[in-house]
C-alpha cells in the first residue's frame, strides 16, 4: 500500500498534550511569554539579567544564534521605545526534560500578520524562573503548515 503526500500531511503535526501534573507550570510559564515582552515580569537590563541564565543564548527567526549580552544590549535599547506590537501567543505545551527544567513550546501571532513557533527552555531556581534558551521559527505558508 502507497502512501500519499496528502496522506503524510494528516500525520504531520505532532499531538502536543501537556501532562496534566505540569498543568501549573504550564500556568505559570504560558503566562510568562513571549519573553522580554510582558512588562509585568519587567522592562529594565536588571530584570531581564535576573530572568535569564547566565548561560543563555537564543536562535532568532533568521536562524542566527544571539549570546545573552547581545540580547541584554538590544532590549536595553528597545525598552524605553514601545513599538506598539500586537502579541497572541497560543498552543501552548509544556513538557519536563529534567528535575526543575522545562521545555514550553507555543504558537505566536504578531501584528495579526507573522506567524512564529516558539520553544523556550525555563529553569525553576531558588531565584524564581530563568530562561536558558529561545528559539522563534517562522512558519512559511507551504501547504500543511497551520498557522
Known sequence: MSTTISDDHKHMEPKLETD????GVLGELSAREPIFHRPEFGATRADFENMTA?????VGASGRRYSREYV????????????GDIWEARDFHCTKLA???????????QDNSRVTRRATVW??????WKVVYHQGTVVQDTPGDRA
Do not use: I, M
Open 123 to 128: 529553569q525553576h531556581t531558588g531565584d524564581g
Open 54 to 58: 547566565a548561560d543563555f543564548w537564543e
Open 72 to 83: 541584554l544590549h538590544v532590549l536595553e535599547k528597545r525598552c524605553p521605545v514601545s513599538n
Open 99 to 109: 528535575d526543575g527544567v522545562f521545555l514550553l513550546t507555543y504558537t505566536l501571532l
Open 20 to 23: 496534566p501534573e505540569l498543568a
